[in-house]
């Protein structure tokens, strides 16, 4: 469950980017400026995402529980599973 939560937190924001880059790209003058920082900002938050994906997957192959911020106890709540 917390894959399914996960991936599509991260599929929202690809959409959320792009909406933000049209908007950023139709602004004349400043528009080129402000997609170039917001394509950083795009992939500082990309590689955040990879790493906690990383992290979740050597901690499923190793057998630990591990409960991804924000979104563990959503998915925890989605399931209905109670164990701590």
Partial sequence: ???IIFGG????FN???????AVFWAIPGIGGILVFFWAVIAA?????FLVVMI???IKAFTN????IP???PIAR?????TAV
């Fill in 44 to 48: 500082i938050v990309h590689l955040a």
């Fill in 15 to 21: 959409i959320v980017s792009a909406i933000v880059r």
């Fill in 55 to 57: 992290i979740a997957i």
């Fill in 77 to 81: 709540k989605q399931s209905g599973d």
């Fill in 1 to 3: 469950m917390q894959s």
């Fill in 9 to 12: 937190a991260w599929v929202l």
């Fill in 70 to 72: 924000y979104v563990g």
């Fill in 64 to 67: 630990v529980r591990w409960d």
